[in-house]
Structures are given as C-alpha cells and as structure tokens.
T-cell receptor
Framework: NAGVMQNPRHLVRRRGQEARLRCSPMKGHSHVYWYRQLPEEGLKFMVYLQKENIIDESGMPKERFSAEFPKEGPSILRIQQVVRGDSAAYFC???????????????FGEGSWLTVV | DAKTTQPTSMDCAEGRAANLPCNHSTISGNEYVYWYRQIHSQGPQYIIHGLKNNETNEMASLIITEDRKSSTLILPHATLRDTAVYYCIVGNTGNQFYFGTGTSLTVIP
C-alpha cells in the first residue's frame, strides 16, 4: 500500500519563476492537506482540499499561492513568482475521511524541498 | 494557537524507555490526542492517538490521565533511530493539525 507520494523531492527555482508541487494521496484517500515548514520552524497548515473542492485555505498566503485537487490526478500546490522567502519544505498529507474532530489520522508524504535562488 | 505544552528537549539512553510528557489542560471532551514525530529532513510520521483510554501499538504506548489534561508517550525501548522531534497535537481544530515546537528527543548510545 503506497504512502503519500510527493514530487519533485527537491526543486530549485530562480526568483520570479513558478513552482509546481504534486501530491498523490494514499489509495482510497480523498482528503488532502498541504503544510509548509520554513527552515528551523514547525509545520504550518496551508490548505485542505477534497476532490475538486477547496475546503479550508485559511493558511494560504493571499497572493501567488494556489492549490487544486482535480477529479483525476494529483493535488497541485502552485507558487507563482517565487521569492526567496518561499524556500521551505512543503508537505502533503492525506486521510480517508475528514479529520476534523473525528479521530481520523492524516498521513504525510516525504515532502518537497523548494529552494529559491 | 498552541493547545499543548511540551519540554523543548529530552535525552534518553539507548534501550531504555523514553517518556515524553505533554500538557493539554484546555482539551475539550471530544478532542483526541495525537502524537507524530519528524526525523530530520523527513515527513512527519504518525505514531499513535487516543481519546480517553490508554492506547498501545507496535511503536508506542499513550497514557492519558483521567482528567485528560496531560498525556505521556512511551517508547518502551528507545533506539538511535528514535531520535526525532516529537509533536503532541490535541484535536484538530477545524481541519488543521496544529504542530507546535515539539520535543527534540535525542537517544544516546
């Protein structure tokens, strides 16, 4: 049973370029979460999606960041016009059901490390 | 906002039990206690979770006090590979698992 798959594992972008990070949830999971971890900091929630719907994007920066989880294919976290402050590890997690106050567990992928030069 | 309090760091001798405490005095009745750990440069790994009763699995045991205001994660026989940051998470406010600063556990040979 494959875990949460993220790619690329490492990505280098120049300032102003776009970064696309992909996440394939565990089999049977239709709920996806994105977290960001800045260097030497804890994980911060960004967005929660269910197939084709954004449920909670309260942690997403207002500009340049977007996320989608189409009916077919992986979830995509897109960062436009990257800046050096976007350099971080981006983790995706998935769950079979909504995690809110239900005792369900979310499982994380190994992360995508973005470096902006 | 942090709903848990954990020591910043702990050491444990290899082969001994590692007991990681967590205070969650404001926990509400339907909130679960979760534990994750993160080994350097890897994704967070689920360890265990519970509501009221003590729980045990192949990785660890979770002891929750009767008033549910604190809990302890027990790694029965710590190995060097257990060196990691351990996060105690209470509930999942809305759809978010709030990761605080955790406890950095170092297992010493």
């Amino acid at each position: 049973n494959a875990g949460v798959m993220q790619n690329p594992r490492h990505l280098v972008r120049r300032r102003g370029q776009e970064a696309r990070l992909r996440c394939s949830p565990m089999k049977g999971h239709s709920h996806v979460y994105w977290y960001r971890q800045l260097p030497e900091e804890g994980l911060k929630f960004m967005v929660y999606l269910q197939k084709e719907n954004i449920i909670d994007e309260s942690g997403m920066p207002k500009e340049r960041f977007s996320a989608e989880f189409p009916k077919e294919g992986p979830s995509i976290l897109r960062i436009q016009q990257v800046v050096r402050g976007d350099s971080a590890a981006y983790f995706c997690a998935s769950s079979p059901k909504a995690a809110a106050n239900s005792g369900n567990t979310i499982y994380f992928g190994e992360g995508s490390w973005l470096t902006v030069v | 906002d942090a709903k848990t309090t954990q020591p910043t760091s702990m050491d444990c001798a290899e082969g001994r039990a590692a007991n990681l405490p967590c205070n969650h005095s404001t926990i509400s009745g339907n909130e679960y206690v979760y534990w994750y750990r993160q080994i350097h440069s890897q994704g967070p790994q689920y360890i265990i979770h519970g509501l009221k009763n003590n729980e045990t699995n192949e990785m660890a045991s979770l002891i929750i006090t009767e008033d549910r205001k604190s809990s302890t994660l027990i790694l029965p026989h710590a190995t060097l590979r257990d060196t990691a940051v351990y996060y105690c998470i209470v509930g999942n406010t809305g759809n978010q698992f709030y990761f605080g600063t955790g406890t950095s556990l170092t297992v010493i040979p």
